[in-house]
Nanobody, 121 residues
Framework: QVQLVESGGGLVQAGGSLRLSCAASGRTFSSYAMGWFRQAPGKEREFVAA????????AYADSVKGRFTISRDNAKNSVYLQMNSLKPEDTAVYYC??????????????WGQGTQVTVSS
């Protein structure tokens, strides 16, 4: 099973930036679309961004479009999320996962430990 380790979260003021990283184990990383999800306290986990295996196409939730950028480095088995112009409503635990690009549906029930992002107003 692919192991996923997220990092890069922290406390930032509104308007600030953070870059999240996700390191994946396994030799088939480059075969999968990858995505970021987030879960705020008391809310369901929600889709944030996705990227195709080659990195040629990306997709975003409307709430982050124009502020967040997803990217990947298949040589490093890693996917990233650059978050700019952060808002307090972006506060959540962020997770990466392999997913089906078209439906945004995760390919498994496995989730890493996530990384906490807290945006103060």
């Amino acid at each position: 099973q692919v192991q996923l380790v997220e990092s890069g979260g922290g406390l930032v003021q509104a308007g600030g930036s953070l870059r999240l990283s996700c390191a994946a184990s396994g030799r088939t990383f480059s075969s999968y679309a990858m995505g970021w999800f987030r879960q705020a306290p008391g809310k369901e986990r929600e889709f944030v961004a996705a990227i195709r295996p080659s990195g040629g196409n990306t997709a975003y939730a409307d709430s982050v479009k124009g502020r967040f950028t997803i990217s990947r480095d298949n040589a490093k088995n890693s996917v990233y999320l650059q978050m700019n112009s952060l808002k307090p409503e972006d506060t959540a635990v962020y997770y990466c996962t392999a997913l089906e690009y078209g439906s945004r549906r995760p390919l498994s029930d496995y989730w890493g430990q996530g990384t906490q992002v807290t945006v103060s107003s």
